[in-house]
């Protein structure tokens, strides 16, 4: 079965006509605003406050009203959204798997961002970077798009840290960054996103899960095997063990969530059978996407 | 402590191979089945957390091996069902004897028999009985006594197929010391009891007329002519109507009423002139009476026939006058050379003279002849004396053969014959030879001399030679008196018969047969064509006296019984059970097992 199909390209346009519906309102000012700038095409006016280029004071208006009324002009420069989609091996579990679910959620965002004429930057990472889409913008780049994410290889251990460093060290200009990951990092969820936050990106975090995850059936003694490290670990499961680790999966998200409030981060977790335009919505809610 | 289904050295062999092999399957372990997951950081978080109480982990898993080998041992232990004294006593012995007397068949005031309570006393100790008890069971006739068992329903099934009987009661061998030996009975005819016996008395006083006496007898003067002597006694404390009937196999019936003041007797004569021959059963009747056993007394009448007897000789008059003076003769004399077999005949006497071929009946041979079927004379001795013979045997029982003289008999070879009287020690001289009893033809008697060469015609002993002789080969005769239980009878190989006409167990012993007899009735014993009957009654005064017992019960007779009732091995299985359910709990229920990362 095909990753993104008709069925999915439906779902997505239903995604474009409601994130528009919802948001336009509410957010329309402010997007405007972020993007006034030193364009050439006239905007719109607001009142002149201490501190504004008097430089764009409308005089005659002055004269008219004898009010200072200051002109806005378009902001040329589009926004740039980042999807960091972690392709480690962990990402391979699931039923769906993570990555598939990942690279969904990255799908539909995408689409979004380029329906709204943003600029769309898709990259894979595990240990370092993997892949990396040049940046598209525009509807019709969603295929480009599609192209990249069906092409991924899963593999290798996670380290955020080492792929975000060697991607933000480049010259990129801030941007959102959608990082969409399980986040099981053995260097611990923060490292990667402390380098997002230290180039001073926008940051949305989505933290995928499986139900294996979140409830594993696991009883007796087993040899637990990392997937990505292949570190194994004697243990017998009880039921004492298994309420151990629900309270340590539990303890994880809680840590994650904080840390996400903490530096005003937008957090979202899910499990890879939660229907994944629900999440999208989930996404607009949090007021972070579309700007 | 000792072990009943292992040697302590086979015990202490499996507990070590069962403990070795728990401790090392214990480190050897399970291979652990082999689990990829996306990622183990937190597991081991989880591992890190649980494993900083690591210490009181260790314990557990230490307890846990203890656990293991602790109910792996006490399984073993089970197995080898050990008996151990401190738990549940020594293994203590009861001996438990029922009285088997005839007078334990008397019936009790709530209508069952004394026999019955004792069984049901007897399996009453047996239930009670714990695991530490092992029982004996014995009767006080001999018939039955097992060995010590901890199995009850051996016990119980060994005093279920007990039954009184009369036969000479004995108490049985106490061997061990320390066994408790209990004695139910109701203390009527019992044997000598040793010291520390306790008693569980089933007596209680019931009314009993019984025949004590019962016997068809002829009178010398006239032998064919017989009559029964009847003896009925009162053993209550009152006096008994009773109603005496006397019947025999035909029509006949003598029917008599007498009323017997208590502990005395009613004895009488019975004519029995216009019964026909057959058994005789006397039976008597009246209200309220215990025991029936000996209500019913049998005896035998002989069927008035005479024998018909053919005397083969060339004449002999003192046989001739001996064998016509019996009276149960019927005398036909023929010369050798007119002699033909003849199927009327009962018995014959071949006086000098013998066929060549056996004939079909009995018959006495007088003097040493040389045909088949006896043996030949080898030679000729000259005044043999009778120096020993065989006064047991009923040819010759009453006789007297001292004084008799003998001036020539022939010698023969007295292999496989029955030698009932011989002259000499070393070689004996046969005289008086019967044939084998094993031999499957009829009987026959020879004697190794004539008449003419012996004075032994005008000796007082011939007649009674004679008269023996023709009994002995077949005459009807009276019932031999037995009582109830184990009968002997004085014939070899007999076959016997029940009153029931089906065939008894019987066994040869020496020279008779032993059978056993528990109800009264007339049996039979049949042998080579020869038939005897015997009366088996019930008529001796030391069981009937029912009121006789003096005995007192020892209070309240319980088996001390030990705390614990069940064998050690249900205990130790359960305690293994229990630390089966507390290792689950210590190990498998809440217990992670040991991280390590490879």
């Not at chain 2, 009559?227 to 109603?243: C, D, M, Q, W």
């Not at chain 2, 008059?317 to 003849?342: F, G, H, I, M, N």
């Not at chain 2, 006789?399 to 007295?414: F, G, M």
Request: aromatic share 10%.
């Amino acid at each position: 079965m095909p990753l993104f199909d008709d069925e999915f390209l439906k779902k997505l346009e239903y995604l474009s006509i409601i994130s528009k519906r919802v948001f336009a309102g509410h957010f329309k000012a402010e997007r405007r605003a972020r993007r006034h700038g030193t364009g050439v095409e006239f905007a719109d006016y607001r009142a002149y406050v201490a501190g504004d280029d008097f430089r764009h004071l409308d005089w005659k208006a002055y004269l008219r009203l004898n009010k200072l009324i200051l002109r806005l002009f378009e902001e040329e420069e589009d926004l740039p959204i980042y999807f960091f989609v972690d392709t480690s091996q962990s990402m391979t579990y699931g039923s769906p798997s993570k990555l598939d679910y990942a690279r969904r959620i990255a799908a539909a965002l995408c689409y979004i961002g380029l329906a709204n004429l943003d600029r769309a930057y898709v990259v894979t990472y595990a240990d370092k970077i993997r892949s990396e889409l040049p940046p598209q913008r525009g509807k019709g780049r969603i295929f480009k798009v599609f192209r990249f994410l069906e092409d991924v290889t899963p593999g290798g251990e996670t380290n955020a840290r080492e792929a975000f460093k060697t991607y933000c060290t480049e010259a990129r200009r801030r941007g959102l960054a959608v990082v969409i990951s399980d986040f099981m990092d053995p260097a611990g969820f923060q490292n990667g996103i402390d380098i997002l936050r230290h180039f001073r990106h926008d940051i949305f975090v989505i933290q995928v899960t499986s139900h294996e995850e979140v409830a594993p059936v696991l009883k007796g003694e087993l040899v637990l095997v990392d997937s990505e490290s292949n570190l194994s670990r004697e243990i017998t499961v009880t039921p004492g063990v298994l309420a151990a680790y629900r309270a340590e999966f539990a303890r994880f998200g809680e840590e994650f969530e904080a840390y996400c409030a903490k530096y005003q981060l937008g957090y979202l977790r899910t499990v890879t059978d939660y229907p994944f335009e629900e999440l999208v919505l989930k996404v607009f809610r949090q007021g972070r996407f579309l700007k | 402590m000792k072990f009943l289904a292992l040697t302590g050295l086979e015990t202490a062999l499996l507990a070590i191979a069962t403990a070795g092999a728990i401790v090392a399957l214990y480190f050897l372990k399970l291979r652990h089945r082999r689990l990829v997951i996306p990622s183990s950081l937190l597991w081991q978080r989880v591992l890190e957390r649980r494993e900083e109480r690591s210490l009181w982990e260790k314990l557990r898993r230490i307890l846990s091996v203890l656990l293991a080998v602790a109910i792996g041992l006490l399984m073993v232990f089970a197995v080898a069902r050990p008996q151990i004294a401190s738990l549940t006593g020594a293994a203590a012995k009861t001996l438990i004897v029922l009285d088997t007397s005839p007078s334990m068949l008397a019936r009790m005031g709530d209508g069952r028999t004394r026999w019955q309570h004792a069984t049901e006393a007897a399996k009453a100790l047996l239930k009670t009985g714990g695991a530490g008890l092992e029982f004996r069971v014995a009767d006080t006739s001999g018939q039955f006594d097992m060995p010590f068992t901890s199995d009850a329903a051996a016990a119980q099934r060994t005093i279920d197929n007990m039954r009184p009987v009369a036969s000479t009661a004995s108490f049985p061998e106490v061997d061990e010391a320390g066994t408790q030996v209990i004695l139910i009975s109701d203390g009527v005819s019992l044997p000598a009891v040793p010291n520390g016996v306790r008693r569980i008395s089933v007596f209680e006083p019931a009314s009993n007329a019984g025949i004590t006496a019962f016997e068809v007898r002829s009178a010398p003067s006239a032998p064919l002519a017989f009559e029964a002597y009847l003896e009925v006694t009162n053993f209550g404390k009152e006096a008994r109507k009773t109603s005496i009937t006397i019947s025999g196999a035909g029509p006949e019936r003598i029917t008599r009423d007498a009323v017997i003041p208590p502990g005395q007797s009613f004895s009488d004569l019975f004519d029995l002139s216009k019964f026909a021959g057959g058994g005789i059963r006397a039976a008597i009747q009246s209200d309220g009476d215990a025991l029936a056993a000996d209500d019913v007394a049998y005896a035998y009448l002989p069927l008035n026939k005479k024998a018909r007897t053919l005397l083969v000789t060339k004449g002999n008059t003192y046989l001739q006058t001996a064998l016509r003076l019996d009276s149960y003769v019927d005398l036909s004399v023929v010369d050798p050379k007119e002699y033909r077999e003849d199927p009327a005949v009962d018995a014959y006497v071949f006086d000098g003279f013998a066929p060549a071929v056996q004939p079909a009946r009995p018959a006495l041979i007088i003097g040493a002849q040389s045909v088949p079927w006896l043996k030949s004379p080898t030679g000729m001795v000259d005044k043999p004396e009778f120096s020993t013979w065989t006064e047991d045997h009923p040819v010759m029982q009453y006789l007297s053969l001292h004084d008799v003289s003998i001036s020539r008999a022939a010698k023969i070879d007295a292999a496989n014959l029955t030698v009932l009287a011989a002259s000499g020690q070393k070689p004996q001289i046969p005289l008086i030879v019967a044939s084998s009893p094993t031999a499957t033809g009829p009987r026959w008697i020879e004697l190794t001399f004539d008449l003419q060469s012996s004075d032994f015609p005008s000796h007082e002993s011939f007649p009674v030679f004679i008269d023996n002789v023709l009994t002995w080969f077949g005459r009807d005769q009276l019932a031999l008196p037995r009582t109830t239980g184990i009968v002997e009878v004085p014939i070899l190989n007999a076959q016997i018969s029940g009153p029931d006409g089906k065939a008894v167990a019987s066994q040869a012993y020496i020279d008779r047969t032993v059978f056993d007899a528990p109800e009264t009735g007339l049996y039979v014993a049949t042998t080579g064509g020869h038939r005897q009957y015997i009366a088996v009654n019930l008529t001796n005064r030391q069981y009937l006296d029912i009121n006789r017992s003096t005995w007192t019960a020892s209070p309240a007779v319980r088996l001390a019984l030990p705390f614990f009732q069940h064998e050690p091995w249900f205990y130790l299985l359960g305690l293994a059970v229990v630390l089966l359910i507390l290792e689950w709990f210590t190990y498998h229920h809440a217990m992670s097992g040991k991280s390590r990362c490879d």
